[in-house]
């Protein structure tokens, strides 16, 4: 395939459109097992992890819902700001319901951290974490996956999802973006 104007930004791939898939298999086969005859809600944390949900709930095949989250902490730098602020509330009550969190990436851990006590105030009555990245370098909080799709080392990733100041998304593999894309 032609290389597309965004893909001349990707210093190297990091993670290949295979991989991602034969990963994803895994872990929806995983999370198969672990919640079968019982009804789990995957929550999408909004943006990043739209592309994974997509293919992880479709290798999970459970009578599951969706339900979706946006929360922001980066404001459009490559570093967390610390602060995470809901942007995209839940639009139902998950009283008793079995969460499966799904995160793009799991990196300084303030967003997870922040979105488990959130939502266990709003009495769920299990929390799975599935992250399709863990970058645990940079960890801040003591916060871990229960899934985790590939540990990554510390550089700023993009694709499957994941942005840099919201482009790149679409990019189908998981890549390192040249550094003059943000010193630029
Ligand atoms: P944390 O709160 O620092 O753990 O960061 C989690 C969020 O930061 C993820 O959901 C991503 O949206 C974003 N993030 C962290 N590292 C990267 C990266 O390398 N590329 C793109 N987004 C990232
Ligand atoms: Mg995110």
Redesign the pocket.
Known sequence: MMKSEMEKDILKVLVTEEEIKARTAELGQALYEQFEGRQPLFLS?LK??FVFLADLVRATQLKSDVEFIAVS??ENA?V?SGR?RITHDLQQDITGRDIIIV??????????AFLKNYLLAKNAASITIVTLLD?PS?RTKAVTADYSGFVVPD????GYG???CQKYRNIPYIGVLKPEVYAG
Do not use: A, C, H, W
């Open positions: 944390v990043g992890s902490s980066y490559t967390s995470v995160e793009d990436i799991l990196d300084s851990g303030n967003t997870l970058k940079r550089e700023f990733v993009v994941l942005d840099y």
